[in-house]
């Protein structure tokens, strides 16, 4: 992704830009309530549910999840996903492996538990529901402002760590 320049800011847009983010957050937060229905019979947390989410997608990409690299694309810190991956170990649902390439590095995968839940709750995803009322256009509109907004926020963080990241934004 290139970097856009961005253009003069005043107050008006200031305001919009707010009204914006205040939409997103409100979109996040009710497609996660929404989210949260489903997983409760499944006695899991969305945080626990993106872990076996992004489990899978890394393996599809031929990388290895690492807990490094899963709290790299949620942007949280790694004691956070240390905290849910052992509660996730402990219930059976991933497991860790040494990484032959880097002793110190783990490797996760899913168990047959979580591939179970994996499976079962992307059956019933009501986040497909919801997706599924923006028509192929709205999607792909969707699709790039959302790639700009996060290529925006990575620049803001100013962290190298992501580049890698804004990489793989185009491919979704």
């Known amino acids: 992704m290139n970097d856009k320049v961005v253009r003069d800011i005043n107050n008006k847009d200031v305001d919009r830009y707010f009204r914006i983010w205040t939409l997103l957050a409100r979109a996040r937060d009710a497609i996660r309530k ?40 949620t942007f949280r810190n790694s004691n956070t996903i240390a905290i849910n991956v052992s509660r996730m170990v402990n219930r059976g649902l991933i497991q860790k492996v ?21 499976e079962e ?11 599924s009322r923006l028509s192929i256009e709205q999607e792909q509109q969707l699709i790039l402002c959302l790639n700009t907004i996060i290529a925006g926020a990575v620049h803001e ?9 804004l990489d793989s934004l185009t491919n979704v």
Do not use: C, H, W
């Open 98 to 118: 040494s990484n032959v390439d880097n002793k110190r590095a783990i490797i996760l995968s899913l168990t047959s538990e979580g591939e179970g839940i994996y």
């Open 121 to 131: 709750v992307k059956s019933k995803e009501v986040t497909t529901r919801i997706m």
């Open 34 to 73: 929404a989210r949260e229905i489903t997983l409760r019979k499944f006695n899991i947390t969305p945080e626990q549910f993106l872990i076996l989410v992004l489990i899978k997608d890394i393996q599809s990409t031929g990388d290895k999840p690492t807990p490094t690299e899963i709290a790299r694309r």
């Open 157 to 165: 963080i100013g962290q190298r760590e992501y580049e890698k990241l």
